[in-house]
């Protein structure tokens, strides 16, 4: 009877809950109570124990997220399929890291995309990534890799990506651990799905953020290439940090920079693109400034600064700005140069994904948007060919 006892008052203390936290679970010490009680408990619940075990019932797996917004999936056998491998030259260290593929797209996407965007964005984004490296496994393009043994460098001159050593170690707090496992939903609700043009993967080309219109391929590349045509990116204009950023030059620096020979630059007081036409004035003080032609999304095509004829893309890399995009105007002597959107402009806007995504578009729709006539399928099904 005082066992009795003793179990009544211990199974009416409330149970304390111990919180999930980020790292080891604390250890708590059993009350003497309890250690006295634990022989009665054992006997009292093996026989339900027991019971349990011969029903047959088994705890429910775990539920598998489903690719309910990805671009069609190539089917089961095709996303179940051996993984290649990508070979990537880490620029700081000199090494090669070699991984499999979608390891390798997660590491882009740590690095190509802030972890709090939209998970549709980042879906979208996963699917460039994994394009792109598709694209030169499958042509074995080695180009611009300082080693023949890498498929790709880590750096913005193919895609941006970290190594997986880093991800495991400064990515390891608690906030940062839930934007890591973001990431990867998005690389896993994606396996292996890629953009392809008449069967063939594209050229997945993407960028910051747009003014507002994103660029034809030709007119940054010289080269037309079907899929990259200008589209409107109006989603970006109200999210984007920094969309519109001003740059003051001096006189003698823009000389310098541009290469001009004459001792005076054009004294346009106020370039300023309006639809695709550009207003230009300019003052007796200085040498004429002409904006020659614009491209459909809207930047500087050809520009004569003194005589001498720029592409804006060009002047946007002699000076070193974020976008061929901008104004130009005069004020106390100096030249004041303000960019609209940020990068080449060609392919997908990654903050007009993310503005995209919050007004409930899904990856599929933000790719098709940006990529013009892309179907979809697995990198499985080129590899067996």
Same mark, same amino acid.
């Given at each position: 009877?005082?066992?009795l006892?003793?179990?009544?008052r211990i199974l009416?203390r ?7 936290r980020c790292?080891?679970?604390?250890i708590?010490?059993l ?5 006295? #009680?634990a022989?009665l408990?054992a006997? $009292?619940l093996?026989?339900?124990a027991?019971v349990l075990?011969?029903?047959g ?7 598998v997220?489903q690719a309910?917004?990805a671009?069609?999936?190539?089917g089961?056998a095709a996303a179940? #399929? ?7 030259y ?6 090669i890291e070699?991984l499999?593929?979608?390891?390798y797209?997660?590491g882009v996407?740590?690095a190509?995309?802030?972890a709090?965007f939209?998970?549709e964005? $980042?879906?979208a984004?996963a699917v460039?990534?994994r394009t792109?490296i598709?694209?030169?496994?499958l ?27 880093v991800l495991?170690r400064?990515?390891a ?7 890591l496992?973001k990431?990867?939903?998005?690389v ?15 050229t997945?080309?993407?960028f ?9 391929s =030709?007119d ?14 109006p989603?970006?204009? =109200? ?5 519109a950023?001003?740059? @003051?030059?001096?006189?003698s620096e823009?000389r310098?920079?541009?290469g001009l020979t004459?001792k =005076?630059l054009? #004294?346009a007081a106020n370039? #300023?693109?309006s639809?695709?036409?550009l207003?230009v ?6 040498l004429?400034a002409?904006?020659i032609?614009? @491209? ?5 095509k050809?520009i ?5 004829v ?9 000076l070193?700005?974020r976008?061929?995009?901008f104004?130009w105007?005069r004020k106390?002597g100096k030249?004041?140069?303000t ?7 060609v392919?997908?806007s990654q903050?007009?994904a993310?503005?995209?995504a919050?007004q409930g578009?899904t990856?599929?729709?933000?790719l098709?948007?940006?990529?013009s006539?892309?179907?979809f399928?697995g990198?499985?099904?080129l590899l067996?060919?």
């Open positions: 009877m005082k066992e006892r003793l179990l009544r009416k409330p149970r304390s809950i111990a919180r999930a790292g080891a679970p604390r708590r010490r009350a003497p109570a309890a250690w006295l #009680a022989p408990l006997a $009292l093996l026989p339900l027991v075990l011969r029903g019932q088994q705890p429910a797996p775990p539920a997220p309910t917004a671009p069609a999936p190539p089961t179940e #399929a051996p993984q290649p491998e990508v070979s990537v880490l620029s700081q260290s000199g090494q070699t499999p593929l979608e390891d797209v997660s996407l740590a190509e995309m802030p709090d939209e998970l964005a $980042l879906k984004q460039a990534a792109f598709a694209r030169r496994l042509a074995g393009d080695h180009s611009g890799v300082p080693v023949p043994e890498a498929d790709v460098s880590d750096t913005v001159s193919h895609q941006a990506y970290i190594s997986q050593a495991e400064d990515w707090s608690c906030s940062k651990r839930a934007g496992a990431l990867r939903r998005a896993l609700e994606t396996r292996g799905i890629i953009m392809t043009y008449k069967g063939q993967p594209i997945a080309s993407f910051a953020s747009s003014g507002g219109y994103t660029e034809n =030709e940054y590349w010289n080269a037309e290439v079907p899929y990259l045509r200008s589209v409107a990116s989603w970006e204009r =109200e999210i984007t940090p920094n969309l950023v001003t740059y @003051t030059f001096s006189n823009l310098r920079k541009l004459a =005076e054009p #004294a370039l #300023a693109a639809g695709k036409t207003q004035s300019s003052s007796s003080a200085g004429p002409e904006v032609s614009l @491209t459909a999304g809207h930047r500087i050809k004569s600064i003194g005589g001498t720029f592409t804006g893309r060009e002047v946007r890399e002699k070193g700005l976008s061929s995009q104004t105007k106390d030249v004041l140069i960019t609209y959107g940020n990068g080449h402009g392919g997908m903050w007009g993310n503005g995209m919050k578009s990856a599929t729709q933000i098709k948007h940006y990529y006539g892309v179907s399928t990198i499985s099904t067996k060919k």
